[in-house]
């Protein structure tokens, strides 16, 4: 049944009645009536009261409102950026090297370099930087350059840049460090480009250093990977590996090319399941549907992607239901998961694999890219074989709970890509008793430096674990009171894009990466081959 408004309230007035008293009654329905114009109609039987206009929505005053509100907040907005862009570009005047303070010297322009100098009080120090490259590389959106979504210096970002916003001036030198002399406290570093001027090898002391060197890619010896495949773990690896693919797909095009030649030109085999072959097998498959599929019909139906997995998993650090999901998302993507499979060498056209039951397969292909994890750098292992007795863990340097390098009396810092087992931890590893004696008078030395000092200690804070996997889908573990949430799909995607964005270092480099996907988006990927 239908009840007009009117209705509605006699009927409740009328319900009311029966349960409260009389003058009660009597001021409800006096409310009920003042309320509606049908009431008051029905009150005002018999008499000629004239009732008040209703109020007419007037859409032009609203659209001036509007419009009015729009143009200010453009404006406002135009002018922010204008003003936050112009003093970026322009910092104001820095303080000089100071000979009375301490100097710092940090090794690597990386995720732990970078973050360090952001925050460091500059005033305190004078700070030298020192690194191969002098840009910091955002990696995360690395695989997305590989396929051509991003341009490369979207997620570059000069450390000059960040050094010049300081307060006091940053000395930066674009060299690889080659030495550390934690006796004498030097390092020795050498401009290792190709063009070099006549000095382009020397020494410089240091009071405290900072060692950031990151890890390189692991090989582990197996024949050809060093040669032959392509990585993803440098700026220079993501645009080799855009060339070899698209060089795949024209090679695959060429007029008289047989079938079995272009099913192997066309065979693109990404080694090692960890995150970083889940994104890199991703963003291929995006870049076949949205734009190969277009311009090579002929072709794209046979590109095929093949992961290799020795573990019997992918993501290992991923919850179960997230590694169901991604497997499950590649199946529909027809990126076949090859687990319990070994990659034993690669050769010019074909990769060898080593299969669960442990036959061993001669599989060709047009490419390969290997993720197949990291390993500590030489001039890491140097620096843990000047301290034999404190370092003694293999998998990386060992450092106290402040980050300070154990055996070198607070001298040294190591952050970012290493482990960092506490130094309690590490005394247990070292058995024998003229070592054990020497680390623990190191202990003695570094923990009382720390409470003179009062230095916070280094605390650990997971923030989630996030992996783009294809299709405009991405996956996340991210902590949750004293769980964990596990969400996957589109939704979790744009929180991956927005949580990345906002994690770039600068406004230049979020409007680049805002920029690219949009052009992406419209007009899709570039083809050309450089
Ligand atoms: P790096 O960031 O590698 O920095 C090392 C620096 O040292 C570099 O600037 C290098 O040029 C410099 N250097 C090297 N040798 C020398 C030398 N001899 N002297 C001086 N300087 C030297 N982690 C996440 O948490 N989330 C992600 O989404 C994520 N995505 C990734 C995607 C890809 C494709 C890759 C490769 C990695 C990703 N990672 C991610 C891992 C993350 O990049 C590393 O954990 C992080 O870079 C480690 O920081 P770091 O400072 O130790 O080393
Ligand atoms: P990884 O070490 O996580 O994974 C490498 C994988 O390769 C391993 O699963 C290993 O079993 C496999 N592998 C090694 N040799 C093999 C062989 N011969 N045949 C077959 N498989 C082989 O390396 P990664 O993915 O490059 O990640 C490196 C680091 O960077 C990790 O700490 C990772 O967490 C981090 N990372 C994080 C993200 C993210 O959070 N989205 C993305 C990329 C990298």
């Known amino acids: 049944m239908q009840f007009t408004r009117g209705s509605a309230v006699v009927s409740r007035s009328l319900a009311t009645r029966s349960r409260f008293p009389a003058a009660a009654r009597k001021h409800l ?103 191969p490259k002098n840009y910091f590389l955002f990696t995360p959106l690395l695989p997305s350059v590989a396929v051509g979504t991003l341009s490369a210096k979207a997620i570059l970002q000069p450390t000059r840049y960040l050094a010049r916003h300081k307060a006091r001036a940053v000395t930066v030198i674009e060299a690889e460090a080659k030495e550390i002399d934690p006796f004498n406290k030097t390092v020795t570093f050498e401009d290792d480009t190709e063009i070099k001027g006549e000095v382009s090898h020397t020494t410089i002391p240091y009071d405290y250093l900072v060692h950031a060197v990151g890890a390189e890619v692991q090989t582990f010896g197996i024949p ?57 097998s991703g963003e291929i498959h995006d870049f076949l549907e949205d734009d190969l599929k277009a311009w090579y019909p002929e072709l794209a139906g046979r590109i095929r992607i093949s992961l290799v997995e020795a573990l019997p ?48 397969q001669d599989v060709p292909c047009g490419m390969v890219v290997w993720a197949g994890g990291n ?12 301290y034999p007795s404190a370092q003694t863990n293999r998998r990386g340097l060992v450092v106290d709970d402040h980050l300070r390098l154990a055996g070198a009396n607070g001298s040294i810092f190591a952050i970012g890509c290493i482990s960092c087992p506490s130094l309690e931890q590490a005394t247990v590893t070292v058995t024998d008793p003229e070592e054990k004696a020497k680390f623990d008078s190191d202990i003695g030395t ?85």
């Open 375 to 386: 390993k500590g750098r030489k001039i890491t292992q140097d620096l843990m074989a000047k």
């Open 29 to 131: 329905f006096n409310r009920s009536l003042s309320t509606t114009s049908i009431l008051r109609e029905e009150h005002n039987a018999g008499q000629d009261v004239p009732l008040p206009k209703p109020k007419r929505f007037n859409f032009k005053t609203f659209a001036k409102v509007l419009g009015g509100a729009t143009l200010l907040s453009i404006a406002g907005s135009l002018g922010m950026f204008i003003y936050v862009t112009q003093k970026d570009r322009h910092p104001g005047t820095q303080l000089p090297y100071d000979p009375e303070k301490k100097t710092i010297v940090i090794l690597g322009s990386g995720w732990g370099a970078t973050s360090l100098l952001k925050t460091l009080d500059t005033s305190e120090y004078n700070v030298v930087i020192i690194s």
């Open 446 to 530: 570094t923990k009382k430096l720390i409470s003179n000092v009062k230095v916070r200690p280094f605390n650990y804070s997971h923030q989630g674990s996030l992996a783009y996997i294809g299709s405009d889908k991405a996956i996340a573990d991210l902590p949750f009171a004293n769980g964990n949430i596990a969400s996957a799909g589109v939704a979790t995607f744009l929180f991956w894009r927005s949580a990345y964005l906002s994690t770039l270092f600068s406004l230049r480099n979020r409007t680049l990466v805002a920029n690219d996907w949009i052009i992406t988006k419209i007009f899709g990927r570039d083809l050309s081959r450089d």
């Open 313 to 360: 998993s992918v993501l290992p650090m991923f919850s179960k239901q997230l590694i169901e999901y991604t497997e499950s998302t590649f199946k529909e993507s027809k990126i076949d998961i090859l687990t319990k499979t070994m990659v034993k060498e690669v050769k010019d056209r074909s990769v060898v694999l080593q299969m669960p039951d442990k036959s061993i």
């Open 224 to 280: 050809g990977v060093q040669e032959k495949a392509c990585f993803m773990k440098e700026l220079n690896d993501a645009e080799i590996m855009q060339r070899r693919f698209k060089d795949c797909i024209e090679s695959a095009a060429f007029p008289g090319q047989d079938d079995a030649e272009i099913d192997r030109l066309l065979h693109i085999v990404i080694v090692g399941g960890g995150p970083t072959g889940i994104e890199v």
